[in-house]
């Protein structure tokens, strides 16, 4: 089973700040690392995937790099709707496995 | 719209079974691989169950092997999740999840539309 470490688990921000997520596979997966947001009791949404590919509808503040093992979401100019927390999850082998979260508040 | 809406969650004694549904509506239902996830109070998100366009791939991850059954219904444009023996870690939100389309049978992907959810609670 490939494992996905994110960090950190938490993070306060202020508004406008860049906050950077990092998502460390036991293993390689290649590209195959995509993005989610969740908010309180809403399903989670899909920002980035395939590491670096943008979603239609997703504002250009978020965005996503890396490959092999070590993948980073960034949003640029934290909004406050943007607090939430975010998850990421790889598809290149089942078990299908999800990151431990990463919980973003504004401070 | 792409719409996924889950019910059939509830309150249920350990041991006992419920039977989620997945009903979908705003896409070709049999184009694309289907997920079940589930989210523990609290916590984060867990995969569970995968089903491929047409039922031939399914896997189920090892906390539900034996006791979950995969299902779907492409005349009905429905996904099901039968959960037996169920334990009180077992108590979660689940989530149907679609894989955006990658061909017929493809199923590792990304899922790009959720549900809403579906409460189940195990406790006597």
């Known amino acids: 089973e490939i494992v996905l470490t994110q960090s950190p688990d938490f993070q306060s921000v202020t508004l406008k700040e860049k906050v950077t997520i990092t998502c460390r596979a036991s293993q390689s997966i290649g590209s195959s690392l995509h993005w989610y947001q969740q908010k309180p009791d809403q399903s989670p949404k899909l920002l980035i995937n395939?590491?670096?590919q943008s979603i239609s509808g997703v504002p250009s503040r978020f965005s996503g790099s890396g490959s092999g093992t070590d993948f980073t979401l960034t949003i640029n100019s934290l909004e406050a709707e943007d607090a939430a927390t975010y998850y990421c999850l790889q598809s290149s082998i089942l078990p299908l496995t999800f990151g431990g979260g990463t919980k973003v508040e504004i401070k | 719209e792409v719409q996924l809406v889950e019910s059939g969650g509830g309150l249920v004694k350990p041991g006992g079974s419920l039977r989620l549904s997945c009903a979908v509506s705003?896409?070709?239902?049999?184009?694309?691989?289907m997920h079940w996830v589930r989210q523990a109070p609290g916590k984060g998100l867990e995969w569970v169950s995968s089903i491929s366009t047409s039922s031939r791939y399914i896997y189920y991850a090892d906390s539900v092997k034996g006791r979950f059954t995969i299902s779907r219904d492409n005349a009905q444009n429905s996904l099901y999740l039968q959960m037996n023996s169920l334990r009180a870690e077992d108590t979660a939100v689940y989530y149907c999840?679609?894989?955006?389309?990658?061909?017929?049978?493809?199923?590792?992907?990304?899922?790009?539309?959720w549900g809403q959810g579906a409460l189940v609670t195990v406790s006597s």
């Open positions: 999840a679609r894989t955006t389309y990658c061909g017929v049978d493809c199923y590792l992907t990304y899922f790009d539309y």
């Open positions: 395939y590491a670096s």
């Open positions: 705003g896409f070709t239902f049999s184009s694309h691989s």
